[in-house]
């Protein structure tokens, strides 16, 4: 197995993990996964933060 192929589907991320036996191809999959990742979680902030606001509106006094 070359260096910079991958080994197959990655488990789960850990973040501060060791990043050294991973090949240059996993580093790119790990970035565009951790980009997805924070895409997610942004959404769920504004979602919930919508919500939030909404009902602040409806109970306002």
Avoid: C, W, Y
Avoid at 4 to 32: F, M, N
């Amino acid at each position: 197995m070359e260096a910079d192929e991958p080994r197959g589907k990655q488990a789960a991320i850990q973040v501060g993990g060791d990043l050294s036996a991973l090949s240059i191809h996993e580093l790119e999959a790990r970035i565009e996964t951790l980009r997805a990742e924070i895409i997610r979680v942004e959404a769920a902030i504004k979602a919930k933060k919508s919500s939030a606001e909404a009902a602040n509106s409806v109970f306002k006094l």
